[in-house]
């Protein structure tokens, strides 16, 4: 029976159009930017990303929150008084605690739902990533598989869908703890930026650096050519801090270097662009290893 809803956060950054071709169910995080509360929406009605990241480059603090438990257990609630399954693809638990409430919620429930099943996915991705793996559960929905196997095709395959990204402005990076001052005040003077992926474990680790900004683009691709499983006959996503022409600038270059046909881009949503900045860029794709 292929009567279940697919779940996933505001996280996956997702386009609205996509969401409504995918069927996905999206719970939008939020942020408090100048003392007002934000909800991220795929449709971005609250606020649009490039105002969002005007913001940030005139200086402007933005701080993001875990979706809660409640959060949670109100969204699910109404599918489940419907008679439907939910399968939940939540952000990595690495990041963020919006798996953990989820996990809490679809507890609860399941005692109160006894006839009904909510299973949550650590996806162990953000961004893109996230939203790659979400775009893979959906057409599997599409094409007739069951619940229990796309939960098993998410689970088994997580750990291939890559996340490589650079950013423009090491200030977010150290103000979230992720280098240290001095490594931020040398690389700014340097124009060394940094190259990073998320591991195994769902965290944001630096694995290395190039020196000027055209490298650094150019090193995401050289990470895909590591690792890409048939890259000629993948999808791959791209998401951007609101520097549009650098994630086209990849686009074509993974076109060039791997016959790519379908590359989605959109922008890098504000519930991780409070913490890396305008001039982020990051390429997702399916690999052999992360």
């Known amino acids: 029976m292929n009567d279940y809803v ?14 409504r071709e995918l069927d996905v169910q999206v719970l939008p995080l939020s942020f408090i930017m100048e003392d007002k509360t934000y909800r991220n929406w795929p449709d971005n009605h609250e606020i649009d990303p490039g105002d969002f990241y005007r913001s940030l480059r005139e200086g402007a603090m933005a701080t993001t929150s875990a979706v809660n438990v409640g959060d949670y257990t109100d969204a699910l609630t109404p599918y489940l008084e419907a008679g439907k399954d939910v399968l939940v693809l939540a952000f990595s638990s690495g990041l963020s605690a919006t798996c953990r409430s989820a996990q809490i919620a679809a507890e609860e429930l399941m005692e109160q739902f006894p006839d009904r099943k909510v299973y949550v996915v650590d996806t ?11 775009w893979y559960a959906a057409r599997m929905k599409q094409d007739g598989k069951s619940m229990d196997e796309v ?3 998410v689970e088994e395959n997580k750990l291939h869908l890559c996340h490589w990204f650079t950013v423009s402005d090491l200030h977010f990076l150290k103000r ?5 001052p001095a490594t931020a005040v040398l690389g700014t003077m340097l124009s060394i930026k940094p190259v990073m992926h998320v591991d195994d474990e769902g965290h944001l680790i630096k694995v290395g650096t190039a020196r000027g900004r055209g490298a650094s683009l150019k090193a995401l691709v050289d990470h895909m050519a590591e690792t890409a499983i048939d890259p000629g006959n993948q999808v ?3 998401s951007h801090g609101d520097c549009l022409e650098d994630a086209q600038k990849v686009a074509e270059d993974v076109k060039a270097r791997f016959g790519v046909k379908e590359v989605v881009i959109n922008y890098v949503g504000p519930v991780i662009g409070a913490h890396s900045g ?6 997702f794709f399916m690999g052999s290893k992360r």
């Open 176 to 180: 979230g703890g992720r280098i240290s």
């Open 236 to 238: 791959v996503f791209i």
């Open 124 to 134: 162990l991705c953000a961004s893109l990533g996230q939203g790659l793996l979400v």
């Open 278 to 283: 305008p001039g982020t860029v990051a390429l």
């Open 151 to 153: 939960r098993d095709w």
């Open 6 to 19: 697919l779940l996933t956060d505001s996280s996956a950054d997702l386009t609205d159009e996509m969401v």
